[in-house]
């Protein structure tokens, strides 16, 4: 019971979502696919645009490793594309959805479309962490005067088909505000396979 619906694990996904007063943000189209079975581990081949550059960039939360243009990622690009992509999973990641709900006190629904909000301390901690990661290290302390607010609708065989996630936060003298919207479409069987290494 709560498992994703492995049967049609695969999906195409659009993106868009940054952080304000920030370079952090930008859109991205590909396909995911979550492992299944229990595990909500997904894996993702986007092609992302941020400040003017387009990467194509392939995230393996399956085996940890992530690709940027066909090679494999070691150390810490800086690329504004590539650090886009390493925030998509952590903000419309099926796990990430699917923790999301489970961690909110009291979810609304009208029809197929749910919500909820919750303090930012209480939700993902993959959120939590990816959060604290680009706003420079924000602290637990800080976090904790945050909110998440998330939105989910949901098809006839109640996958998702739209996740809209914002983070609203009140910090000193300085508003940050992010939002991060991802929809999925064709639902279907299948799997993203790690880019083939080219011969040299």
Known sequence: AGRPPVATPMADFTYRGGLTQSDLGGTAQGMLAFVGDGDTATDWSMRVESVGETHRVVVMESTGRTYLDGKRVRGEPTAGAYLLAMLIPATGGIGVVLEMIGLTPKVSRQER??????????????????????TG?????????????WKLTLDELDRPTRFALSWRALNDNSRISSSFTTTYAKWRTGKITAPRRTAQ
């Open 113 to 134: 479309t749910y919500s909820g909000s919750l303090l930012t301390t209480k939700g993902p901690q993959t959120v939590q962490v990816k959060l604290s990661e680009i």
């Open 137 to 149: 290290g924000w602290t637990t302390a800080e976090l904790a005067r945050t909110q998440l607010t």
